[in-house]
């Protein structure tokens, strides 16, 4: 079985630089990555893989332009994907403010040029978490969907996947092709070896740019969310305190407080 496995070059969010006065996010200074929940996403693949056969391979769609820091990074997330046991990565360079929409039409392209049965991807993005792509993507392919899966069972051209939603959970059926997104409880990521590193350097990374589908939803800007904090202060002993704290948690419907 070929499978692919979308990943976005994604922003490394824990190392996001905000200016807290005007609330603006400096986006170029911030290093990319892999998502982790892409990682979950390629390390199936590989397990699908190791059962069945066949080959895995990581699609990786970056907009952040051609510059050579950029391209470097993605190179190295694919690298460390390879190392898991990838076969091999795709490297799609876009244009920047692609939008899902674009974005869905060019992965869609290059899953068309393979010979994939199945694309896996995770259930949102390191970034921005939208959870749109892979739906996207299905529909671009007019292959069947599947989100939230926790387990996926091959057999011959079928799929049993357990997808969770919020109360329970849902065991379905599906023939291949199809789309799938996972959620981080599907596995535990295996740690590549040294030895595996050194070897997923020799693996092939293809870099291509792409062509350039105008966006329907352009992002004008962005800010963090500012959170205004009440600041009380709880002044005494530590007894006349813990009343005063219960007191105004209690005011403040935070807690009940029953006899």
């Not at 400096?26 to 069945?52: F, M, S």
């Not at 990581?58 to 051609?66: D, E, K, N």
Request: hydrophobic content about 40%; charged content about 30%; some cysteine.
């Amino acid at each position: 079985m070929d499978i692919a496995v979308l990943v976005k070059q994604s922003l490394d969010v824990q190392q996001l630089v905000v200016d807290r006065s005007s609330g603006k996010i400096y986006l170029d200074e911030a290093p990319t990555k892999a998502g982790d929940i892409e990682i979950n996403a390629a390390e199936e693949a590989v397990r699908i893989k190791e059962r069945v056969g066949g080959k895995a391979t990581a699609i990786m769609l970056s907009c952040w332009g051609t510059s050579g820091r950029r391209i470097k990074e993605a190179r190295e997330s694919l690298t460390r994907l390879l190392a898991m046991g990838l076969d091999e990565a795709i490297l799609l360079l876009g244009s920047q403010g692609m939008d899902s929409y674009a974005a869905s039409k060019v992965i869609a392209e290059e899953v068309r040029a393979g010979s994939y049965q199945l694309v896996l991807a995770g259930e949102g993005s390191e970034d921005n978490f939208s959870g749109i792509l892979p739906g996207r993507v299905a529909a671009e392919l007019e292959w069947p969907y599947v989100a939230y899966a926790t387990a996926i069972e091959v057999s011959g051209n079928e799929l049993k996947v357990t997808r969770s939603l919020e109360d329970y959970d849902e065991v379905i059926s599906l023939r291949l092709p199809a789309v799938i997104s996972v959620t981080q409880e599907i596995n535990q990521p295996r740690i590549p070896t040294v030895l595996h590193i050194m070897k997923a350097a020799k693996k092939p990374i293809v870099q291509k740019e792409v062509g350039s589908f105008s966006p329907k939803v352009k992002v004008r800007e962005l800010k963090t969310l500012k959170v205004e904090r009440r600041r009380e202060i709880i002044e005494g002993d530590l007894d006349e305190s813990l009343e005063k704290l219960l007191k105004f948690l209690k005011s403040e419907g935070l807690i009940e407080v029953r006899s």
